[in-house]
């Protein structure tokens, strides 16, 4: 039976990661410092539902409490457990606040990135998944963003540190031979999405009547990814490296191919909502990029990748989830 480690496992993607391998029948062993970047309750609740799965389909799980950072901690986990493959999900994942604390940004994103793919070295772990992202291409000009496209001009520190971690995984695929899949997600959604995220965010404050902090004039986009789909992804790129007969390094866009500009995004969350939107409009930020767009015709080719829920289902299915499981426990 194969097992996996999940780092970041209680956290909005890799909770959902980890109860999709469950169901599928593989084992999973993951790691999560419970950090305070949001409310931790949210965190022991994405563990909650991840045990109860585990539970359900009577297959192996088992989290570590700790840091990706603590090598003694990740020795003792690459000892413990005989690991066929790794998702490297944990990080600091705000673009902004990484402007406010680079340092911070490096150590988790990188020094952590560092200690697990040393342990894959000396434990003889030779699949790896490490999940980037769409900031990488930075204010990139050409659209759709191709994986052959230049990304040398990243615009925030968090932008950077996916990059660097690209070129790590890079380094130690040809040194050590391993098969490495660093994925590009672009903009995540879905049930437990983190709340300092734009959908979760604009639920909340439509939901209240507080108005919306919009920033710019609205006309920035992002390519909106629904979970079920990067899980889906997520696993296609897992199999993928996991097979023994090919050395493989590769990047893959992991995206939905239709950027929805930002005062639509608005208008489709109220309309789900039903209630008007208010619209407090503010200057850009800096870091933020103009337009995420993802051509993910590779991904589609080397691993079937292929996105299915389209943004008003993806949001109607947010929006459900919302209001059943946080607003109506609030109010
Ligand atoms: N959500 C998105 O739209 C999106 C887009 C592109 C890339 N990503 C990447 O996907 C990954 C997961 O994102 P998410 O939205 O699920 O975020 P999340 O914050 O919900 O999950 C990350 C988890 O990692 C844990 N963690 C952080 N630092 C750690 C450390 N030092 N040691 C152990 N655990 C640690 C956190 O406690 C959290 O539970 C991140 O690498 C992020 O950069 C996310």
């Not at 070129?167 to 999405?193: D, E, K, W």
């Not at 959908?199 to 006309?219: A, C, S, V």
């Not at 889906?232 to 790129?237: D, K, R, V």
């Not at 209630?275 to 589609?300: C, R, W």
């Amino acid at each position: 039976m194969t097992t996996i480690f999940i780092t970041g496992g209680a956290g909005f993607i890799g909770s959902h990661l980890t109860q999709e391998l469950l169901k599928q029948g593989t084992q999973v062993i993951s790691i999560d410092n419970f950090n305070d970047y949001y409310d931790q309750n949210l965190k022991e609740k994405n563990y909650e539902l991840v045990k109860q799965t585990a539970k359900e389909v009577n297959t192996f799980y088992k989290l570590y409490r700790g840091d990706i950072r603590d090598k003694e901690l990740i020795e003792k986990i690459f000892a413990e457990n005989k690991i066929d493959g790794v998702v490297s999900l944990a990080a600091n994942a705000g673009v902004r606040p990484s402007i406010e604390n680079p340092s911070f940004y490096v150590d988790v994103n990188l020094m952590g990135l560092t200690n697990l793919l040393e342990a894959c070295r000396f434990h003889d772990v030779k699949s790896f998944v490490f999940i980037s992202s769409s900031s990488v291409y930075g204010n990139n000009k050409k659209v759709p963003f191709s994986e052959k496209d230049a990304v040398d001009n990243p615009i925030s520190p968090y932008a950077a540190t996916k990059k660097a971690g690209e070129l790590l995984c890079y380094t130690y695929h040809s040194l050590f031979t391993m098969n490495i899949a660093c994925l590009r997600y672009f903009t995540v959604y879905g049930p437990r999405q983190r709340p300092d995220l734009a959908i979760n965010k604009f639920t909340r404050l439509i939901l209240e009547g507080q108005p919306i902090p919009m920033y710019g004039d609205g006309g920035t986009s992002r390519d909106y990814t629904y979970i079920s789909d990067i899980v889906t992804g997520t696993i296609q790129a897992l199999n993928y490296v996991i097979q023994k007969d090919k050395l493989i390094y590769d990047i893959f866009n992991l995206g939905g191919s239709h950027p929805i500009i930002l005062r639509e995004l608005i208008n489709i969350i109220a309309q789900t909502i039903k209630k008007e939107p208010i619209i407090q409009q503010l200057p850009m930020q800096p870091g933020d990029v103009n337009t995420t767009y993802s051509d993910f015709s590779h991904a589609k080719k080397i691993l079937n990748y292929q996105p299915k829920i389209e943004i008003k289902e993806g949001i109607a299915k947010f929006v459900g989830w919302y209001i059943q499981e946080v607003f109506s426990h609030v109010n």
